[in-house]
């Protein structure tokens, strides 16, 4: 697949304050009283569908409930966006799914027919490692303390970030280790880092517990999103939002930064690094807290599909707090009749 992006030399966030790193989310103008925003417009007919397609340069695509569920690929999504690429359109992919990095990640795409290259994903585990290592400067005597999957330690690795815990810490704890000090403070953790974690269990949050509060808030605390759900093989389970919860809720204190969608940390680099037009660029997602908050905030257009978590009342609620401008039932509808 020739690459249809130019690799430009990388920046997620600037080192710069032109971007200064999002640890919340600024809230939606007009968005939060429900009223202001138009309805979602359905994009229902192949001369608007067409229309739609042809006036964008850039489609963002999330991942999880738009591309695919789990392994499963959503229906036409593959022969989609291979025609996007024949028309000379540019495909980003941004998700907020931190199990994995971005070269594992471009497997996964391969299989499943998608075009793809590492320069073209950005995953909340890569944004998460950037911001430890350009914006904290996180020295390399300090560790990373990691709630989650081995994305999440392969991206730090690339960054020359030590990590410790993510899979090593997936045995449940005995009930002998509370005496032993497996759970005592640690010097050596600078940082601990939360991500999704199929694998979550008590030895993890009562790690991660010790190190953010034995050390007097001297240890960063980030998660590399909050979504509340995880749709997967046609369930939905909880997502890291969900985990991250757990984790706030015992040491009463909020992440200092969380990574992925919305927060426009991605969106900055994205748009700068491939001079993007908001105008003719378009964020597809399945979630309207995280891609189409994401999109808005970036002033891209947003289209919503019905494939992943947002439900047909959550779509249409008058009093919503974010409204996608356009919605499908799915990437496939997009297919050109
Ligand atoms: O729980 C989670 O982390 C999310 O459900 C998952 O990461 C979503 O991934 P995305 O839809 O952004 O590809
Ligand atoms: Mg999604």
Not at 53 to 58: A, C, E, H, N, S
Not at 251 to 270: E, F, W, Y
Not at 311 to 319: G, H, L
Request: aromatic fraction near 8%; include cysteine; charge should be negative.
């Amino acid at each position: 697949m020739e690459s249809i992006i130019t690799p430009q030399p990388h920046r997620l966030v600037s080192s710069g304050s032109e971007h200064p790193v999002q640890s919340s989310t600024p809230a939606l103008a007009g968005t939060s009283d429900g009223g202001s925003s138009p309805p979602s417009h359905h994009l229902s007919t192949p001369e608007e569908i067409s229309s739609f397609v042809d006036q964008m340069d850039t489609f963002i695509f999330d991942c999880d409930g738009v591309l695919w569920l789990g392994n499963d690929t959503i229906k036409g999504a593959p022969e989609f966006l291979h025609e996007l690429v024949a028309k000379g359109k540019r495909i980003i992919y941004v998700t907020n799914n931190s199990s994995k990095s971005r070269k594992t990640y471009v497997g996964k795409f391969k299989k499943l027919g998608f075009p793809a290259e590492p320069d073209n994903i950005f995953g909340s585990a890569y944004a998460a490692a950037y911001y430890l290592k350009n914006m904290l400067n996180f020295p390399a005597d300090k560790k990373v303390y990691v709630v989650g999957m081995q994305g999440i330690v392969d991206e730090l690795a690339e960054m020359g970030i030590q990590a410790v815990g993510a899979g090593d810490d997936n045995a449940p704890l005995q009930e002998t280790e509370f005496e032993n000090g497996t759970l005592g403070p640690d010097e050596s953790i600078g940082a601990v880092l939360l991500g999704f974690d199929s694998q979550i269990n008590y030895r993890k949050y009562a790690k991660a517990f010790t190190y953010l509060t034995a050390n007097k808030g001297k240890v960063h605390f980030l998660a590399t999103n909050e979504d509340r759900t995880y749709p997967i093989s046609g369930s939905i389970y909880p997502g890291t939002g969900s985990l991250l919860a757990a984790l706030i809720h015992s040491v009463n204190r909020r992440p200092d930064a969380v990574l992925g969608k919305p927060s426009q940390n991605m969106m900055n680099t994205i748009l700068e690094r491939f001079h993007l037009d908001p105008a003719r660029t378009c964020m597809v997602g399945d979630r309207l807290d995280t891609d189409i908050a994401f999109g808005k905030l970036g002033k891209l257009h947003t289209l919503l599909v019905m494939t992943g978590v947002t439900s047909v009342e959550e779509r249409d609620a008058k009093k919503g707090p974010v409204t996608a401008e356009y919605w499908i039932e799915s990437v496939g509808h997009l297919r050109q009749r």
